[in-house]
């Protein structure tokens, strides 16, 4: 079945802001929870709103979806989705969003089964989390897209402190206030009954442990932030704004979870003679009258190696001649690169006394008889 445009879903506009769409979520999310609504469709809308609320809180899907729809997610490494999209899980694209602070906000001590009810777990505040996605823009250039190459970096990122192997500190117990939840439960009476509420363990702040000593290393953090000089391989063939992936590389997870990912977005610096278009390379080639009129050989440097480009006699400006498989190779596409040449006659400035002469002689002779120019000479009687 057809999936449903993500704004209908949630019943906004597709010029709503973001608290708009998270307002709108909250109240879908309430109406159609497994917990409150008994009806048998509830699961599945609830899930529909999930996948609409992942996609449209998020800047960079929400610009995917505005100008691709549904079909930037159906194929991770396609050209709508512009690269590698991390959260794709096949059916859901968006399986891995995290909802753990919205629905906290929302059912806090009411609800507790949205985690075995959609395969996940119970969200508590001491569970791991990956860090978050951080972009990288390098610029490169025309030939080193082309061929491929190795480019070093520095970069500022965390990593696990070695001297408390990621823990924080020394001598681990477990919260005795939370008792290792990493929240606690309290209960309020009011004239409209007993009202109760989950909040983050104010002891260990959510970790459910607490150590004897706090790690002096990393201030109790667990990780330590490195600079480091990393060598990042540059593949053959790369366009302009594609990313590459670096895994855990990027903002430190919260609660031990693992680092998020570094992505580099390649920026290629355009080519004095040459021009892309996808794998193939288009060359301005300039050509004399004579090359034209005569015809010619010419010796052309392509992306994979010189080749002697034959022009005939007759050719026109603006000719664009094809030299088969001398484009860029990229492993990734089925085919190599075409590399066409594109003529473009130049015409001189300083002429010699005899250069004039011989054109002169030649004006002398009868070049106007072409269709050409007989139709236009028919059509200005």
């Not at 119970?122 to 990288?136: I, M, P, Q």
């Not at 002096?216 to 704004?241: E, Q, Y």
Request: net charge negative; hydrophobic share 25%.
């Amino acid at each position: 079945m057809a999936k449903r445009d993500y704004y209908e879903v949630l019943g906004v506009s597709k010029d709503a802001t973001e608290d708009e769409i998270k307002s709108a979520f909250r109240k879908k999310a309430k109406e159609f929870h497994p917990d409150i609504n008994k009806s048998p469709d509830a699961p599945e809308k609830f899930k529909e709103a999930q996948e609409a609320y992942a996609c449209l809180s998020d800047k960079d899907n929400r610009a995917k979806y505005d100008k691709y729809g549904h079909a930037a997610f159906e194929n991770p490494y396609g050209n709508a989705g512009g690269g590698s999209y991390q959260g794709y899980s096949g059916g859901n694209p968006f399986g891995n969003f995290d909802f753990g602070d919205i629905f906290d906000d929302l059912f806090s001590g009411g609800f507790g089964s949205f985690g075995s009810a959609f395969g996940g777990s119970n969200r508590n505040s001491n569970r791991a989390r990956k860090g978050n996605d951080t972009l990288y823009g390098m610029k490169i250039d025309f030939m080193d897209a082309v061929y491929g190459c190795k480019k070093e970096i520095d970069l500022d990122y965390f990593e696990e402190c070695e001297d408390c192997d990621g823990q924080g500190g020394h001598g681990e117990s477990t919260c005795s206030e939370c008792g290792g939840s990493g929240y606690v439960i309290r209960q309020t009476n009011t004239i409209l009954g007993t009202i109760q509420t989950r909040t983050t363990c104010s002891e260990c702040n959510g970790t459910g442990k607490t150590f004897k000593s706090k790690c002096s290393t990393c201030k109790g953090t667990g990780r330590v932030r490195v600079n480091k000089t990393i060598t990042i391989d540059i593949p053959a063939g790369i366009d302009n704004g594609e990313q590459l992936r670096v895994s855990g590389k990027g903002e430190a997870g919260i609660n031990g979870g693992p680092n998020g990912d570094l992505y580099i977005e390649i920026r290629i610096t355009p080519h004095e003679l040459y021009r892309r278009d996808g794998n193939d390379i288009y060359i301005d080639l300039p050509v004399t009258i004579t090359d034209l009129c005569l015809g010619c050989r010419k010796d052309i440097k392509t992306m994979d190696g010189v080749v002697e480009l034959k022009i005939k006699e007759g050719s026109q400006p603006g000719d664009t001649l094809r030299i088969k498989g001398k484009g860029i190779n990229n492993p990734d596409a089925w085919k190599k690169g075409d590399f066409y040449c594109v003529l473009k006659l130049i015409i001189p400035t300083n002429l010699t006394r005899k250069q004039k002469s011989l054109l002169q002689d030649l004006e002398d002779t009868d070049l106007e008889d072409s269709i050409e120019f007989r139709r236009f000479d028919k059509l200005n009687r």
